[in-house]
């Protein structure tokens, strides 16, 4: 798929993989939209870029997306891609006392509910133009969880399935190619909690992948140590739940 001269839409574009990604399009000749729910931060993360415009938005508030459909209709018509890249993760493990319950529904709410969401109101702009795609951003959790994230693990997997559903459908009427991004652990403010900073793929390193497997129509990218657990996982599910939960 050619990806410039495009209008391109990220969420969660302020910071780590989103920022990245945006970086690299920006460059590429595209117009960006960045999301995010920090007018501040994302302001700044927008000044540093060219061709990029920052956009306040908390993907959970049903007002916030209706606003921005609204704006997308009349100032970004020409819209053709879409990365879903925001995210929510808590650091816990299964207990009586952990409240996993409200946990993942904020989780869910964030990584699942709000994605499906987004796409499904952003679709009538999608199908207008001769080339479009949606891209999510899940896991090599989506795979298989991890104890000390659980509930996060339960959405990118529930995002997984759901990229599935919506490539095949979308594939049968229109020109909208459906794209899932899988990273390992990445050294983002995201994952400090679990490592991330001293184990995690650069968050530049992700972007040029998913640029690369875009421009190669590569609909599940995986990059880093995702692209050999993917074959463990399929390989022997047991195995590869026990050693992505020794790192």
Do not use: W
Not at 61 to 89: H, M, W
Not at 104 to 118: D, G, H, I, K, P
Not at 225 to 233: A, N
């Amino acid at each position: 798929m050619n990806i410039t001269n495009k209008t391109i839409l990220i969420t969660g574009g302020g910071s780590g993989i989103g920022f990245e990604t945006a970086k690299l399009l920006s460059e590429k000749g595209n117009k960006v939209i960045i999301l995010g729910r920090t007018a501040e931060k994302l302001q700044k993360a927008a000044n540093t870029l060219t061709n990029t415009t920052a956009i306040t938005c908390d993907i959970t508030s049903e007002a916030d997306v209706d606003n921005l459909i609204k704006e997308i209709n009349v100032n970004y018509p020409e819209l053709s891609i879409l990365i879903n890249n925001a995210g929510k993760a808590f650091v816990y493990q299964h207990s009586e006392t952990a409240g996993a319950v409200d946990k993942a529904r904020q989780e869910m709410e964030t990584n699942y509910f709000s994605l499906v969401s987004l796409t499904e109101k952003l679709l009538p702009v999608l199908k207008k133009q001769p080339e479009a795609a949606v891209i999510n951003v899940t896991s090599i959790v989506a795979y298989s969880p991890v104890t000390v994230i659980p509930s996060y693990s339960d959405s990118k997997a529930a995002v997984h399935s759901y990229t599935l559903s919506l490539r095949y459908t979308l594939a049968q009427d229109t020109n909208i190619k459906v794209f899932e991004l899988m990273p390992p652990t990445v050294n983002t403010e995201f994952s400090k909690e679990i490592g991330g900073e001293e184990r995690g793929m650069p968050a530049s390193e992700v972007a040029e992948g998913l640029l690369k497997g875009i421009e190669q129509d590569q609909y599940e990218i995986g990059v880093g140590l995702t692209v050999g657990f993917r074959d463990q996982f399929f390989t022997t599910e047991e195995k590869a739940f026990q050693a992505i939960n020794q790192r």
